[in-house]
């Protein structure tokens, strides 16, 4: 993949509250293909909340973000079939299996031989003897390796991730951060949240301050 020297999304001058209370005041920062960027802060910080206006699940109170140097629509096709993300590991069908999971979200992204793609998943995440388990039976780790899974497989250009390394045991963090070096060398812009200094530590990239 080859997305050029372009800016892909432009977060410029954002402020968020609520009720009164500042949860991230002017924050400005912009992401190009095959990049990292950090964001990093203390528990309530507003890291999360920073990523869900951008993927447009919240929207910020002052201040633009632009995906290609548009305004970004969460209805936007061009915009939802370029992002990926994995925020929440407790967000599935708990009576679907993992399998079934990746080969649900393989299909409706259009990814070619979806069986062969979500087996290479399941497997590459460390998920092949639970393939067929629902997530309930799953432990926290192996939920999260599900979320990464579900996110990682569909074609993107950008991946935001939101502490992509909780649950994750040190092999798991290592297997996490050269999984992410091997997007960044093919092309991809990501953009994760962490509190993990030895991942930030592990891929070179931008880090962006939250903490107020």
Same mark, same amino acid.
């Given at each position: 993949?080859?997305? &050029?020297?372009?800016?892909? $999304? #432009? /977060?410029?001058?954002?402020?968020?509250?609520? %009720? &009164?209370?500042?949860?991230?005041? +002017? /924050?400005?920062?912009?992401?190009?293909? *095959?990049?990292?960027?950090?964001?990093?802060?203390?528990?309530?910080?507003?890291?999360?909340?920073?990523?869900?206006?951008?993927?447009?699940?919240?929207?910020? +109170?002052?201040?633009?973000?632009?995906?290609? %140097?548009?305004?970004?629509?969460?209805?936007?096709?061009?915009?939802?079939?370029?992002?990926?993300?994995?925020?929440?590991?407790?967000?599935?069908?708990?009576?679907?299996?993992?399998?079934?999971?990746? =080969?649900?979200?393989?299909?409706?992204?259009?990814?070619?031989?979806?069986?062969?793609?979500?087996?290479?998943?399941?497997?590459?995440? &460390?998920?092949?003897?639970?393939?067929?388990?629902?997530?309930? *039976? $799953?432990?926290?780790?192996? =939920?999260? =390796?599900?979320?990464?899974?579900?996110?990682?497989?569909?074609?993107?250009?950008? $991946?935001?991730?939101?502490?992509?390394?909780?649950?994750?045991?040190?092999?798991?963090?290592?297997?996490?951060?050269?999984?992410?070096?091997?997007?960044? #060398?093919? &092309?991809?812009?990501? $953009?994760?949240?962490?509190?993990?200094?030895?991942? /930030? +530590?592990?891929?070179? %990239?931008?880090?962006?301050?939250? +903490?107020?």
């Amino acid at each position: 993949m080859n997305f &050029g020297e372009e800016v892909l $999304l #432009t /977060v410029e001058s954002v402020s968020k509250s609520y %009720g &009164g209370t500042p949860v991230f005041d +002017d /924050v400005s920062f912009h992401l190009k293909p *095959a990049s990292v960027t950090w964001l990093r802060g203390h528990n309530g910080s507003g890291k999360s909340t920073l990523l869900n206006c951008i993927l447009g699940a919240d929207e910020v +109170d002052t201040g633009t973000i632009s995906w290609k %140097g548009r305004p970004r629509r969460e209805t936007d096709a061009a915009f939802r079939g370029a992002v990926s993300a994995a925020v929440d590991s407790n967000s599935y069908f708990s009576d679907v299996s993992v399998i079934e999971h990746l =080969r649900l979200i393989a299909v409706c992204n259009g990814v070619q031989d979806s069986d062969d793609a979500a087996r290479h998943w399941c497997e590459r995440c &460390g998920l092949a003897t639970v393939s067929d388990s629902l997530p309930g *039976a $799953l432990s926290s780790g192996q =939920r999260q =390796r599900m979320a990464l899974a579900m996110a990682m497989l569909r074609p993107f250009e950008l $991946l935001i991730l939101d502490e992509p390394e909780r649950h994750l045991d040190t092999e798991g963090c290592a297997w996490l951060a050269n999984t992410i070096d091997e997007f960044v #060398t093919a &092309g991809c812009a990501v $953009l994760a949240a962490t509190h993990n200094s030895a991942l /930030v +530590d592990s891929i070179a %990239g931008a880090a962006i301050e939250l +903490d107020r």
